[in-house]
């Protein structure tokens, strides 16, 4: 789905905005922890690791889609700066990142990509061992308790405008028997007076509700778990927040699975 949507997806995504929206709560946790050397893990097109480095952040990025790493290497070339992106999924960061991070992020509604909890709890695992001790966790999901709860649907619609070309992007879930999600974004896009094309993205999601993510993020080896109801620090409303915000510190001991 992310390497169809690359050409897009900074278009999907008004930066400028969200940035604004999300940097100062990332700076304050981050500052908190003594982090310096940061690991963006599912970076998508880089430009939470690009914010950061402009703000003095030694930052690594990964992803598990080639075109998306591929597409923030170009903009962080564009903003003159020499990050380092690397392919890797959930479970493979350790591996091909290194370790020793003083803070791990997993913005983006990205870990819900996970579709069992062997997966989930295999990919904690891997965060742990990719930070120091006492190193900051700091993932953001939808806050899927009231999104099961109330079975949405639909996503608030994007636009975006170039001269006389002009995107609409529809997002929606399509729900299955067997609990998982189908994630679906549509795309329009035309030129002038020209006639909509359209193309349909899919994937699938599984929804993390609260107890389910801290139960997994403490069997992990994580500890001083706190959550927030949005990426300004909020606090957390199940029936009304939208996003789950969660940070954690990486205790001395990881996960069995790791050990």
């Known amino acids: 789905m992310y390497d169809e949507l690359s050409d897009d997806y900074d278009r999907f995504v008004n930066w400028p905005s969200r940035l604004a929206y999300e940097m100062p709560f ?3 946790e981050l500052n908190a922890a003594g982090a310096r050397k940061v690991l963006d893990a599912a970076c998508g097109s880089g430009q939470h690791a690009i914010a950061l480095a402009k703000r003095g952040f030694d930052v690594t990025g990964a992803d598990a889609s080639v075109a998306m790493i591929e597409l923030a290497r170009r903009n962080a070339l564009d903003e003159n ?12 960061m350790r591996e091909r990142t290194g370790e020793g991070f003083d803070a791990l992020i997993c913005l983006g509604n990205s870990l819900p990509h996970l579709l069992d909890p062997a997966s989930l709890a295999a990919a904690l695992g891997d965060m742990a061992e990719c930070l120091r001790p006492g190193g900051l966790l700091l993932i953001q ?3 899927f308790d009231r999104v099961v709860a109330h079975r949405e649907r639909w996503m608030e619609p994007q636009s975006h405008r170039e001269d006389d070309r002009e995107w609409l992007f529809l997002r929606f879930y399509d729900w299955q028997s067997d609990g998982l999600i189908g994630f679906n974004i549509l795309t329009l896009q ?8 359209q193309r349909v993205s899919h994937t699938l999601l599984r929804p993390q509700p609260r107890a389910e993510l801290e139960s997994a993020v403490a069997q992990a080896g994580f500890h001083d778990l706190r959550v927030f109801g949005d ?7 199940v029936d009304v927040s939208g996003n789950l915000i969660l940070t954690a510190r990486r205790g ?8």
């Open 81 to 92: 700066l020499s990050l380092s992106f690397h392919v890797a999924g959930f479970g493979e």
């Open 231 to 237: 990426m300004t620090g909020s606090p957390y409303e």
């Open 252 to 259: 001395m001991v990881t996960s069995a699975l790791h050990r």
């Open 26 to 28: 990332l700076e304050r």
């Open 190 to 197: 035309r030129q002038g007076d020209d006639a909509w094309t």
């Open 141 to 143: 999901n939808r806050n």
